[in-house]
């Protein structure tokens, strides 16, 4: 099993993806350069956090008319995984991987401290080792990650099952002081209507061992092994 | 071909939260600028451009917020202007 990792200039959590997927982990990985063509036969792909591009104009606009980002696109239309990290999620909604937008937080300050999420829906590629109900801890460190779409966007969403992870208190309960940046319906996290896409704004792979402070990410690159090798 | 300064305006759309722009006006009514109702803080982005005419200036320009310059899930755009230079 093979990760690509895209390092966009401005990328700053590529190196974190990398330890996450290949020492805690123990899959391979690969660093995909943004003016590259080649996926190099990777199975996942990860566009992780960072400021890409400076965040100018909007965070992740500029990222997705990247050239690698042509390759990425058609290797999600066949259904390839792709998860997008933070600033990776903001590039994947401009890319249109995904519905919605991600917007400056609500509270207008950058945002960095720990949060609970709560796993919403456990059938997917990128959470079958959770259970519905879990809560994790992770870490968040972004200034525009409300998540915005249309009412009709979020209504499909929910009902599709599409919203994998949402923001939630020590009780597990959904609880604006526990969303840290107003997101609709406290969503941290969607994926595609194909299930092979998807976005998340906290970081999973800065949580991949208690010396970390935790280790609750890696079950989304498990997740993820254990689709691929299925 | 002539050169055309384009200007555009870019701002969050309506009914979409501006915590910007929700700041700026509680600064005002601190500032005891009471009359302030609402302000909305977007994006102003001017360029040169050449094109033919002014019809086909301000449609590439429009292609451009379309594909680039706004994003149509939370923003509206406007041309704002459009001078030959």
């Known amino acids: 099993m093979k990760f690509g990792i895209v390092t966009f200039p401005g990328s700053n959590c590529d190196y974190d993806a990398h330890h996450a997927v290949t020492d805690a982990l123990g899959a391979e990985a690969v660093y995909l350069w ?11 792909v990860i566009l992780p956090g960072g400021f890409s591009y400076g965040d100018y104009l909007r965070a992740g606009a500029i990222a997705r008319f990247s050239p690698i980002m042509r390759e990425i696109v058609a290797h999600a239309r066949r259904g390839g995984p792709v998860i997008g990290i933070c ?3 903001q590039i ?3 890319a249109g991987l995904l519905p919605g937008a991600l917007m400056r937080n609500a509270g207008l300050q950058f945002v960095s401290a720990p949060v609970r999420l709560r796993v919403e829906n456990p059938d997917t590629m990128f959470t079958n080792r959770y259970a519905t109900g879990d809560v994790l801890r992770l870490p968040v460190a972004h200034g525009e990650g409300r998540y915005t779409a249309d009412a009709e966007t979020v209504e499909r969403l929910e009902g599709e099952g599409l919203v994998v992870f949402r923001y939630v208190n020590a009780a597990g309960e959904v609880d604006p002081s526990a969303n840290p940046n107003g997101s609709v319906n406290a969503i941290a996290g969607i994926v595609s209507a194909e299930g092979n896409v998807l976005g998340i704004m906290p970081h999973p792979e800065r949580a991949v061992d208690p010396l970390l402070g935790s280790a609750d990410g890696l079950g989304i690159f498990q ?8 | 071909m002539s050169r055309f300064r384009v200007s555009v305006n870019i701002s969050p759309r309506q009914g979409i939260l501006d915590p910007q722009g929700k700041a700026v006006a509680e600064a005002l009514h601190s500032l005891e600028f ?3 109702r ?4 977007g994006r102003f982005v001017v360029m040169q451009v050449d094109a033919a005419d002014r019809a086909s200036a301000s449609q590439r ?6 594909k680039l310059l706004a994003n149509p899930v939370v923003e509206d755009y406007q041309i704002a202007s459009v001078e030959e230079t």
């Open chain 2, 38 to 41: 609402d302000v909305r803080v």
């Open chain 1, 92 to 94: 994947a909604c401009e």
């Open chain 1, 223 to 230: 997740s993820m092994m254990a689709h691929v090798s299925a």
């Open chain 1, 87 to 89: 600033n990776g999620f």
């Open chain 2, 61 to 66: 320009v429009r292609e451009m917020c379309d």
């Open chain 2, 34 to 36: 009471s009359e302030v």
């Open chain 1, 34 to 44: 943004h003016k590259s063509h080649d996926l190099e036969g990777v199975d996942v």
